[in-house]
């Protein structure tokens, strides 16, 4: 965890994922940094390092977490051909196109030193690659 001024909390939260499709519930991490920051009134930026990954919003709960997973594999199928696999060879080129349409940060504001989430909203960490475990770093800065 790093100390970067008065105002600005930077601190990595390592990830370890087994595989694609799987999607890791990082809010209790956040609203910890949060309060290791010590900032009352201001926001948290989640970043997550790689072209495979994915941060977003969501509730935490099967059924939806299922729809998502569908959703994803509809907007970037498995079975069509990508250009980016005849390049590479590695098979992931889906895994690009999703994390890119889903993005790879997102920023919620910190209320009274709090995560200003809804009653039934985590901040999630999406696995996109097709490879069988990662490590991902996941950036959160909190500034007042």
Partial sequence: MDEVSNTM???TIQV???GEGEIVNLTPRIEQAIAESGVREGLASI???GSTA???????EPGVLSDLRRALSVIAP???PYA???AWGDG????HVRAAVVGPSLSAPV?????ACGTWQQIVLLELDVRSSRQRTVYVTVQS
């Fill in 16 to 18: 370890e994922t087994h």
């Fill in 92 to 95: 992931n080129g889906r895994s």
């Fill in 84 to 86: 980016h696999d005849a």
């Fill in 78 to 80: 498995a079975d069509i």
């Fill in 9 to 11: 909390f930077r601190t």
């Fill in 47 to 49: 970043f997550v390092t």
């Fill in 111 to 115: 209320i009274e030193g709090r995560l």
């Fill in 54 to 60: 994915a941060v977003t919003t969501i509730e935490y």
